[in-house]
């Protein structure tokens, strides 16, 4: 195939323990999915059905241990917010899931970051117009790598825990979804067609808050390989 102009590097997340990347198709994210975030965002903690929106794929900053990813502070805002979250990771096709049924497509589990830009994101719910811009941008999905869910079995429980310049911010437990993985990937296939090499950002416990230029961000889940990232100046 020729191409009118040289087309960029696939986006890709390393899979722990082996030489092989994990290609990146789509980036989808659940909006206040921990009862404790909802009540911080201003929302409750009822059951109702999980709501979804996406991050460009070129938005995944791929971070590999012992050292920290950069992620360059973005433009155009001054509220610069951390999220962290459990990531999965879709390994086969999925439609009209079960929550039974959904675990099968599951390809693993990493540690996430969905960065906000959240004075953008507030000023467009306000005007009850799409928030994409506070939360699709360069840089917004810091990513450590992939473990596979044959060898971690599936995650239902275990600590959810981000250090901002090494005091701590998030506190939470993988148990204290809203929706666990199998009922937010049943939901998340009724509105699209699941497809290897999509991520699912599971949402985020309480304690986000904004970091600056020169912050380091640590974040730990369950026993997967731990996130850190520093913010630097934009270029």
């Not at 009118?4 to 789509?26: Q, W």
């Not at 900053?61 to 999965?88: D, I, K, Q, W």
């Not at 199998?182 to 699209?192: D, G, K, M, R, V």
Request: charge should be negative; aromatic fraction near 8%; glycine fraction near 10%.
């Amino acid at each position: 195939m020729r191409y009118a102009i040289a087309p960029g590097d696939p986006p890709a997340v390393p899979v722990a323990g082996t030489d092989l990347s994990f290609p990146v198709r789509h980036i989808y994210c659940v909006g206040r999915n921990y009862a404790d975030h909802a009540k911080e965002m201003g929302g409750d903690a009822s059951k109702e059905p999980p709501f979804f929106f996406t991050k460009f794929p070129d938005a995944i900053v791929a971070v590999t241990p012992p050292r920290a990813g950069r992620v360059h502070y973005p433009m155009a805002t001054a509220n610069f917010h951390h999220e962290l979250e459990l990531v999965v990771a879709i390994g086969a096709p999925g439609v009209h899931l079960t929550p039974e049924r959904a675990p099968s497509v599951i390809f693993g589990y990493a540690v996430g970051l969905d960065m906000t830009r959240r004075d953008l994101q507030n000023d467009m719910r306000e005007k009850k117009r799409p928030w994409d811009i506070g939360k699709s941008f360069a840089q917004a999905a810091p990513i450590a790598p992939l473990h596979r869910v044959a060898e971690t079995g599936a995650l239902t429980s275990g600590p959810v825990e981000l250090d901002v310049n090494g005091a701590p911010r998030q506190r939470g437990d993988l148990a204290d979804m809203i929706w666990d993985v199998p009922h937010t990937l049943a939901f998340l296939s009724q509105l699209y067609r699941l497809l290897p090499g999509d991520l699912v950002f599971t949402g985020t416990p309480s304690g986000v808050g904004a970091v600056k230029v020169g912050d380091r961000l640590d974040g730990r889940i369950a026993g997967l390989t731990p996130l850190s990232i520093e913010i630097v100046a934009a270029e």
